[in-house]
């Protein structure tokens, strides 16, 4: 599966970035789709995630602020961040894993890796 990310750029506090993420390889319906972030000097974090049946999950400090969905016809998986925080400053990984795994969550599950997409959110 390869999967390339794009999106990511320069944003004032309270701003927006919308991230896109084209996967390629495999049957599209067959993977759950996430996006994992990364800050200086921290391990990588969930942000949130798609199932292929539509269902989303997403980290408390995303819910109410980012929107993940997906384009099945378009094999893409999008993340609309909505009042960006400066704590939001990440390089922000597209990640893939089967659709069937319970762990959706959980970052070391996920199989595929796009190559990263940096954010930054000024104050």
């Known amino acids: 599966v390869q999967l390339q990310a794009s999106g990511g750029g320069l944003v004032q506090a309270g701003g927006s970035l919308r991230l896109s993420c084209a996967a390629s390889?495999?049957?599209?319906?067959?993977?759950?789709l996430g996006w994992i972030r990364q800050a200086p000097g921290k391990e990588r974090e969930f942000v949130a995630a798609?199932?292929?049946?539509?269902?989303?999950y997403y980290a408390d400090s995303a819910k109410g602020r980012f929107t993940i969905s997906r384009d099945n016809a378009k094999n893409t998986v999008l993340l609309q961040m909505n009042r960006l925080k400066p704590e939001d400053t990440a390089v922000y990984y597209c990640?893939?894993?089967?659709?069937?795994?319970?762990?959706?969550?959980?970052?070391?599950?996920?199989?595929?890796w796009g190559q990263g997409t940096q954010v930054t959110v000024s104050s």
């Open positions: 798609i199932r292929w049946s539509g269902g989303t």
């Open positions: 990640a893939a894993m089967g659709r069937g795994n319970p762990r959706i969550k959980v970052v070391s599950e996920y199989d595929y």
């Open positions: 390889g495999r049957t599209f319906s067959s993977l759950a």
